[in-house]
T-cell receptor
Framework: EAQVTQNPRYLITVTGKKLTVTCSQN?????MSWYRQDPGLGLRQIYY???????DKGDVPEGYKVSRKEKRNFPLILESPSPNQTSLYFC?????????????FGPGTRLTVT | DAKTTQPTSMDCAEGRAANLPCNHSTISGNEYVYWYRQIHSQGPQYIIHGLKNNETNEMASLIITEDRKSSTLILPHATLRDTAVYYC???????????FGQGTELSVKP
């Protein structure tokens, strides 16, 4: 089944403890992206990747890192999480970045930083 | 990026067609109209997209007016599982991120 998977689905952590949220897709997609969703603010893009070893900042990249060493994986790294990073995170992928290619989203990771 | 305007909420009777409108009067010629939905806090689900012509797939139909300033998403036979927030998004030809607005909260009632 073609899908985008994220792990973990739920995570409660403490301020400053490094964490990684994994994202994997099995559709051989070139474009991958991370969004966060907060009440009243909608979904905002954090980082995106056009292809392996090509990443760039989205609208809210502060406090996050990403890497794209393999085509299928695009982990989101929070090196020193803070409470304002408590949010619902979604990974998405598409065949290409172009406007005619739909993006498919993962199930989400709900992160709480205390 | 073109802005979209959608009603905040709509109701639909189960089994009837749900027609969700979207206004995008500032859309430019090379921008796509996309529809996604989000059920509770699940990942947004792609529904359909189009450029100029009407489109249909197994989930829905997309009707785009000739001047492209508005569109309607049609769910032909709404079920309770179609209760969700529906987002109309205008996306440039170059692609990139999706910009989600507030969407329309559709409630399908028995």
């Amino acid at each position: 089944e073609a899908q985008v998977t994220q792990n973990p689905r739920y995570l409660i952590t403490v301020t400053g403890k490094k964490l990684t949220v994994t994202c994997s897709q099995n559709m051989n997609h070139e474009y991958m992206s991370w969004y966060r969703q907060d009440p009243g603010l909608g979904l905002r893009q954090i980082y995106y990747s056009m292809n392996v070893e090509v990443t760039d900042k989205g609208d809210v990249p502060e406090g996050y890192k990403v890497s794209r060493k393999e085509k299928r994986n695009f982990p989101l790294i929070l090196e020193s999480p803070s409470p304002n990073q408590t949010s619902l995170y979604f990974c998405a992928s598409s065949l290409s970045a172009g406007g005619s290619y739909e993006q498919y989203f993962g199930p989400g990771t709900r992160l709480t930083v205390t | 990026d073109a802005k979209t305007t959608q009603p905040t909420s709509m109701d639909c009777a189960e089994g009837r067609a749900a027609n969700l409108p979207c206004n995008h009067s500032t859309i430019s010629g090379n921008e796509y109209v996309y529809w996604y939905r989000q059920i509770h806090s699940q990942g947004p689900q792609y529904i359909i997209h189009g450029l100029k012509n009407n489109e249909t797939n197994e989930m829905a139909s997309l009707i785009i007016t000739e001047d492209r300033k508005s569109s309607t998403l049609i769910l032909p036979h709404a079920t309770l599982r179609d209760t969700a927030v529906y987002y109309c998004i205008v996306r440039p030809y170059q692609g990139g991120k999706l910009i989600f607005g507030q969407g329309t909260e559709l409630s399908v009632k028995p």
